[in-house]
């Protein structure tokens, strides 16, 4: 069993809802990109985040504090002896958190096995607003390679979401890059 694995049976035997972005995320749904660590996303309070992540993990993880910003928890646990790490981030409490929770996918994955995944989706949209104003070209790539990769996405969904935070003049131009 990966460490990847390890920590998503971990979330799901302590009742945590999550769903997986990042460039785990995007090695489903476009074009892969290595990095040394998965994203995590939890429905979880913020103050429900000490008394069930360190029980659950603290016997073979290093528990990281959560930091809060705008609202938001980061997290993370790292492996003692594997030296994985798992970023760990509570979710939204906006329209978009919310709605990217309902629009996740139940995706048998060939290294993770069964998981949930951000939708393709709002993992372009997740992109977009993480690009800082397209300062990361990466993040815009990232985006772009799901556009051309996919052509089943729900472009309503994109569009609405895109202008509600803010990111529409991002995603015509990744558009115009296909």
Request: proline share 4%.
């Amino acid at each position: 069993m990966t460490t990847e694995r390890d920590v998503l049976d971990r979330l799901e035997r302590a009742g945590v809802d999550y769903y997986i972005t990042g460039s785990e995320a995007l090695s489903v749904w476009g074009e892969p990109r290595q990095t040394m660590d998965i994203d995590i996303v939890m429905d979880l309070p913020l103050a429900r985040y000490e008394p069930v992540i360190r029980p659950a993990f603290d016997d073979a993880y290093l528990v990281g504090d959560l930091i809060v910003i705008e609202g938001r928890g980061f997290g993370s646990v790292i492996h003692r002896t594997e030296i994985r790490k798992a970023d760990l981030m509570t979710r939204r409490e906006d329209a978009f958190g919310r709605a990217t929770f309902e629009r996740r996918r139940d995706v048998d994955d060939p290294v993770l096995g069964r998981a949930w995944f951000v939708s393709p989706e709002d993992l372009v949209l997740a992109k977009l607003e993480w690009s800082d104003d397209g300062a990361s070209e990466r993040q815009l790539r990232d985006a772009a390679s799901i556009l051309r990769i996919r052509s089943d996405l729900d472009w309503a969904h994109i569009e609405r979401y895109a202008a509600i935070l803010g990111v529409t003049p991002l995603l015509e131009q990744i558009r115009g890059d296909r």
